[in-house]
């Protein structure tokens, strides 16, 4: 009887996800082929006399690929690569006049806003106007970043109740070993070296001398960036813009008395501004129908770039997750493709993150120098973000390494090890049973701790990877082993202090690295940026939804593992929640870079 209710109820669930599941998709198609909303392919001529209409909030992504059922549906935020492409574009194009930027509540780090400054600033060479115009510059919130980005406007844009919060840099890291203490988690790590502090947040209370010293210096950096940054764009003295940060926040009359903000006003006053300002009818246009508007223009001569983002592994994610990740196998073939294109003359690789798997690691690194050494065609790496630790070592394959100056790089060291939830588990009243072939077998069990043979081969692990890396650094950027070990043991930098340490070659965002990879290629004309590998059509995108994965079956993963599923997902948004300047992501009973 129990058994027959427990069936009809899983059926009816079955079914109802199945029909719902069908309705969606059916919708979607529907609007495919209607062309709507994301999905129209309509394009409308770009009117003379325009603005580039720009407003940013959210969350935005290096670079879009389609996939993903929600960006589908919900037709997300333009790439960091639209957004910027957009702009530059923009600066020669006679039909745009100025641009205006309205600031939300973007999530952007600070090499990403670098990267968007650096459009905007070179769209104001060009001898057009640029507004920027915020309810208020952070409320009840840091707004320096926001601000920082602002001062690459010409003019700046207050709301009569807003603030600019002008206040500096904070790093705030929680240490959770008192935590998993009362939670009956033990974490057995492994760390190479003292500056790899990723891991103090399971194991300590409070910073080590080390992780404080890095920290501080990182803090220290981008602040100085932003200040010269500040500084130059408002034409106050560095000192003073110091001093303007030392004392912040600041409400809306002391903005406009320090020369912080140009004009209080509120947003409808803007757009009569700006028609007022260029003296004739001016139309509005967003930075995706703008793009849109482009008509492509295919030369013989191509540039591929490939974008990498997310923590580095050998396989991806199901199509249905959103999160990102940069799968070695994707990536190789990404390279392959690029290198098979007798048009690819050079090849940008932009990286954003900060760090992974050693063997996936290791795969990326390879075809890289394959693409190079083989194929002979230049590989310019472009670091956003981050570039640090796996995504240092993959960076060190390139021709030559680009990074922002608040980029985080370096971090060449290692870590590994796994949590012990054989504590948690008892207080549920949940007990393990255990059966194994050799003493060594229970090595990466999550309910038993490592012995002494474990824990002496996980060290060597730790040793070889360490090793590995850091002879890898001596080798392609042309250092001394004890040079690199002084800027190496797991520390990490900005792209500003690794510069001056020969960790990168040079400063600057993805159009400086494009320039790079023409000049190494000896291209002297136009080339054709092309992504690699090709963004996916509607139709791929879709089909790509019902293809099994390795995550998709539970069989291959066993029955425990599917039970401990649940406990790996809480310490995943755990680590997410307390993610390190290194945006690195904990991992459980793996070893990472």
Known sequence: MIRGVLRFIFSTFFWLCSAIGFILIALVFALYLGGVGPFSPSLKPLKNNSVLSITLNGTYVEHTDSRGI??????????LYELTQGILRAASDDKIKGIVIRIESPSLGTAQLQELREAIIS????????????????????GTGLYYLATACDEIWLQPLGGVNLIGINIEVPFGKAAFEKLDVKPEIAQRKEY???????????????????QQAIADSILDQVVEGISQERKISPDRVRHLIANGPYLTEESLKEKL????????????????????????????????SIPQVHVENKVALIFGSGMIQREGTPSLKSEMVISSNSTYKAFQLAVEDP??????????????????????????????????????????????????????AGTKIIAQPATLTGSIGAFGGKFIFAGLLERLGV???????????????????????????????????????????????????????????????????????????????????IEAAKQEAGLSG???????????????????????????????????????????????????????????????GEVKL
Request: net charge negative.
């Open 70 to 79: 929600e960006s589908l549906l919900l037709g997300k935020n333009a790439s």
């Open 123 to 142: 769209f104001r060479q060009s001898g057009k106007p640029s507004w920027c115009y915020a309810d208020s510059y952070g409320e009840s919130s840091s």
């Open 196 to 214: 790899k502090s990723f891991v103090e947040m399971f194991t300590r209370d409070d910073f080590s001398e080390a992780s404080r010293q890095s």
């Open 261 to 292: 903000v140009d004009r209080i006003d509120y947003r409808q006053a803007l757009f009569p501004a700006i028609q007022e300002r260029l003296g004739q009818h001016v139309s509005f246009v967003g930075i995706r129908a703008y793009s849109q």
């Open 343 to 396: 048009e690819v003359k050079a090849i940008v690789y932009r990286i954003n993150s900060g760090g992974g798997s050693p063997v996936a690691s290791e795969t990326i690194y390879n075809v890289i120098q394959y693409a190079k050494e083989t194929a002979k065609k230049p590989v310019i790496i472009s670091m956003s973000d981050a570039a640090a630790s796996g995504g240092y070592w993959l960076s060190l």
């Open 431 to 513: 007990h393990i049973g255990n059966i194994s072939t050799s003493d060594n077998a229970t090595m990466w069990s999550f309910t038993q701790s490592f012995n002494p043979v474990q824990w002496g081969k996980l060290n060597m692990l730790m040793d070889e990877i360490y090793d590995t890396f850091t002879h890898k650094v001596v080798q392609d950027r042309h250092l001394t082993l004890e040079q690199v070990e002084k800027v190496a043991r797991g520390r990490v930098w900005t792209g500003e202090q690794a510069l001056a340490l020969g960790l990168v070659d040079q400063l600057g965002g993805l159009q400086t690295a």
């Open 526 to 588: 136009q080339a054709e940026v092309v992504i690699y590998p090709t963004p996916k059509t509607f139709i791929e995108t879709l089909t790509s939804l019902f293809e099994e994965t390795e995550d998709d079956s539970l069989h291959q993963v066993g029955i425990f593992e599917a039970f401990i599923y649940p406990f790996r997902k809480i310490m995943k948004i755990f680590s997410v929640m307390v993610s390190s300047p290194e945006m690195l992501e904990a991992s459980l």
